[in-house]
């Protein structure tokens, strides 16, 4: 009698352990799957502003050491 209770109490710790390792396989899946998610979002985000985003401009400003040379002053 005693050895039987001791077999059912084993199988019982080892049906809740088995249970608890369900769940966190469940839970991990689940935060797999929201990175994944996430991952395809800033990959479409990325990809988006590549092809639509704003255009570059062609012409740069100058700086204001360039302007004093171009105006023609008569410094040297």
Avoid: C, H
């Avoid at 991990?28 to 988006?48: E, M, P, R």
Wanted: proline share 1%; hydrophobic share 55%.
């Amino acid at each position: 009698m005693f050895w039987i209770a001791i077999l059912i109490t084993t199988l019982a710790l080892m049906l809740v352990k088995l249970g608890a390792l369900s769940v966190m396989v469940t839970v991990l899946s689940s935060f797999l799957y929201l990175a994944l998610l996430i991952i395809a979002g800033l990959v479409i985000t990325l990809l988006w502003r590549k092809v639509f985003g704003t255009q570059e401009r062609t012409t740069y400003p100058t700086s204001g050491a360039n302007q004093r040379q171009n105006d023609g002053g008569t410094q040297r």
